[in-house]
């Protein structure tokens, strides 16, 4: 968290792209039309961020840069901003 946290990347920001990652993995038929359509780089991103969740290391947060960070915070501010 420490690395997020240097990069700054908020707590709040971090809850969000968990959130939007989630979003990912919803059938239909769990929750009707509550599921959201990513483009491929927001997708990566999101998968690249749940598998560091996954293995609960800080490591492989080093390798994304700041502005992947931003680029990834702004695709989940528009799903976000789509589905409130």
Do not use: C, W
């Not at 483009?39 to 991103?45: D, I, N």
């Not at 492989?60 to 901003?81: G, H, M, P, W, Y």
């Amino acid at each position: 968290m420490e690395t997020l946290h240097s990069i700054g990347v908020s707590e709040n920001d971090i809850d969000r792209l968990k959130a939007a990652g989630l979003l990912l993995f919803v059938q239909d038929n769990e929750i009707p039309q509550s599921y959201v359509t990513l483009s491929r780089k927001a997708l990566v991103g999101l998968q690249e961020i749940a598998a560091a969740y996954a293995q609960e290391s800080t490591q492989l947060t080093i390798n994304i840069d700041s502005k992947e960070i931003q680029s990834l915070k702004a695709a989940s501010d528009k799903v976000f901003r789509k589905y409130q």
